[in-house]
């Protein structure tokens, strides 16, 4: 059990071990529900997503192959939650 200490702004920092558990990286989701009693259930936020949605965004568009640095363009929206 980890013990965590609440800010002047009413904030928690979740230590490394509990993100590790979580499975959670820097710029990923967390859910927190509230629960009877006073106690929550932190839960980390996946992606409803399925893989084959990524072929999507190599397919061509406009009748001609996407260039690099279009194909990085829309995975960096698609891990930023824009896709």
């Known amino acids: 059990m980890s013990t965590l200490k609440v800010t002047a ?3 928690v920092t979740l ?10 990286q820097p710029g990923e989701k967390i859910n927190v529900e509230k629960l009877p009693d006073g106690r929550v259930e932190v ?3 996946r992606s409803k997503g399925k ?5 999507n965004f ?4 406009k009748g001609r192959p996407l260039s ?3 194909i ?3 995975a960096a929206d698609g891990w930023a939650g824009k896709r």
């Open 51 to 55: 893989i084959s949605d990524v072929f």
């Open 68 to 70: 690099i640095a279009e």
């Open 9 to 11: 702004k009413g904030q």
């Open 58 to 61: 190599l397919k061509k568009e």
């Open 43 to 45: 839960k980390a936020l």
């Open 15 to 24: 230590r490394q071990d509990v993100l590790k558990h979580l499975g959670v």
């Open 72 to 74: 990085n363009e829309l």
